[in-house]
């Protein structure tokens, strides 16, 4: 950036993108705006992932031990969740937010020392970051038509309930371990013919494994084309399942 004007010097622009003393809404409103022009679509997608930048020392914020995507181990990192606007095999990255684990949130002095703003000095999950993300993106009036994430974000509850709340089309990744219910369950007080009263509801149908349940509407289809060949997938959901607009595919 330095080099295509001779008015800013190297120094000049490096201390202002580390200082970090400027507002940068403006600057993302303008590059989800570009996106939006490159790859904006009502048929493209929305794409939330991890993204982990490796780390040596301690002082960088947000670095910890924890599982670094681009490792595929857990390691000493900074992660961040990166949100994605693509259509028609090409992504625009639109927004990058850092993540804060418990070693840190948990630790004001470590905090102010590293001059964490103070409204990012709070305890966020990934995927509750994520849906601050998306609603950034919606509210910039960006096109897209479904929400694409891993297991590590589809595997939460609250991530997928509030995708289905903003009305979203979405699939997601899910540990075809994990325990679901039906889209019919519902929460009844189970009558005990000896003992205490049960002080809690209880489902009134038994979970099941993710696996087997979506192997009942499941096909294998292609998903995209990749510098390894053709990637495939055996698990899509159905709204007669589900009883919302998602669908879910299982981890391998």
């Known amino acids: 950036m330095a080099s295509r004007t001779s008015e800013i010097g190297y120094d000049q622009l490096h201390h202002f993108v580390a200082a970090g003393v400027w507002d940068s809404a403006p600057v993302e409103r ?32 947000g670095v910890a031990p924890q599982y670094a995507s681009a490792l595929g181990k857990t390691a000493n990192c900074q992660s ?43 305890a966020l999950t990934k995927p509750e970051i994520a849906i601050e993300e998306i609603d ?14 891993d297991a590590g974000y589809g595997s939460s509850g609250l991530f997928r309930q509030a995708l289905s709340e903003r009305g979203l089309l979405w699939a ?3 540990s075809r371990r994990q325990n679901v219910y039906p889209a019919d369950v519902a929460l009844i007080f189970a009558v005990a013919n000896v003992g205490n009263k049960r002080k809690y509801h209880i489902p009134d149908q038994q979970p099941v494994s993710a696996e087997s349940i979506l192997a009942r509407d499941c096909q294998e289809f292609r998903v995209r ?28």
């Open 80 to 122: 961040l969740v990166s949100v994605t606007l693509a259509s028609r095999e090409v992504p625009v990255m639109v927004g990058l937010r850092l993540f804060l684990p418990d070693s840190w949130t948990s630790d004001a002095a470590r905090m102010a020392r590293a001059q964490v703003p103070k409204k990012r000095q709070i």
């Open 30 to 61: 303008a590059l989800v705006k570009e996106a939006d022009r490159l790859v904006g679509d009502e048929a493209g997608f929305l794409v939330i992932d991890d993204t982990a930048l490796p780390k040596k020392g301690t002082h960088s914020v």
């Open 136 to 149: 950034r993106v919606i509210a910039s009036g960006a096109r897209f038509g479904c929400v694409l994430a």
């Open 225 to 252: 084309r990749g510098i390894m060949g053709n990637k495939e997938t055996r698990y899509v959901t159905t709204q007669r399942t589900w009883g919302n607009r998602g669908a879910i595919r299982p981890s391998p």
């Open 172 to 174: 997601v990744g899910l």
